[in-house]
């Protein structure tokens, strides 16, 4: 079976116990990652970081992003695939079947619903697993190959953003996903009126300001104009060569007396 870690900060021990009593639930083994904080985050490190996307990002981001990496690091250093989840996953009965079967070669299984259209490429699906051309947030449940976690952090001393940006920047990685999808953030669950079994706050929800149109910003703004013109040509494409929809997913598989115990 794939090894699972699920990413914790210390202080978040209502989330671990409710990764720990689905992990129980499931028969699965997931160990637990003590997740950076924003205060452990040094000034430099900070600065070196925060404003190579394309807005400046939050110590928080950067915390968040860099609990990530460690793990990435992990699965470069053993050369061996890992699944990695976020603490506020709500997980599927079907999850620990899919880490007990072969791995297609991918750089990233996407194991989330996260609610957003993403770019599909309209001939490559199994029935089980759809390649994604272009995908665009959520990092709370994905499956990475050693080449994938060596190509992302080659990358992350000159492209660093939030993780989900990161992770899916244009062209970085060769991307699949799973379908119907194997979990669902718990913010996504309470917005479909589904109770997640967790509180839906995580320390990625800082408030940030409207970034000022100053001569210091131009750079962002050029950055976010880059990206939108990556996605002219699947724009172009759709209806030929590629889909741009929602994941499948079956939310009773989340409901309440499903994802708690």
Not at 11 to 33: C, H, P
Not at 120 to 130: I, K, L, P, W
Not at 153 to 180: C, K, W
């Amino acid at each position: 079976m794939v090894p699972a870690y699920y990413i914790n900060l210390d202080r978040a021990r209502e989330r671990r116990d409710f990764m720990e009593r689905q992990a129980e639930r499931l028969g699965l083994r997931l160990s637990r990652f003590s997740a950076l904080s924003a205060e452990d985050v040094d000034e430099t490190r900070f600065t070196a970081l925060a404003g190579l996307w394309e807005r400046p990002m939050t110590r928080v981001e950067v915390a968040v992003l860099l609990s990530h990496a460690s793990l990435w690091q992990k699965v470069a250093d053993d050369d061996a695939p890992l699944a990695i989840f976020e603490d506020d996953a709500v997980l599927s009965p079907r999850l620990p079947e899919f880490l007990r079967e072969p791995l297609p070669a991918y750089d990233l299984i996407n194991l989330e619903y996260f609610a957003r259209r993403k770019f599909f490429r309209r001939y490559a699906s199994d029935g089980r697993m759809s390649d994604i051309a272009r995908d665009k947030a959520g990092a709370a449940a994905y499956l990475l190959s050693p080449d994938g976690a060596r190509k992302a952090l080659a990358a992350i001393e000159n492209h660093a953003a939030p993780a989900d940006a990161f992770l899916y920047a244009s062209g970085r990685l060769e991307m699949t996903q799973v379908e119907p999808a194997l979990a669902v953030q718990a913010e996504v669950l309470s917005a479909k009126g589904i109770d997640p079994g967790v509180a839906t706050v995580t320390q990625i929800h800082e408030p940030r300001g409207r970034l000022a149109p100053t001569s210091d910003n131009w750079v962002y703004g050029w950055r976010r104009t880059l990206t939108q013109l990556r996605l002219v040509p699947l724009h172009v494409g759709r209806g030929t060569f590629y889909e741009f929809r929602e994941p499948r997913v079956d939310l009773s598989e989340f409901a309440p007396d499903q994802s708690s115990s």
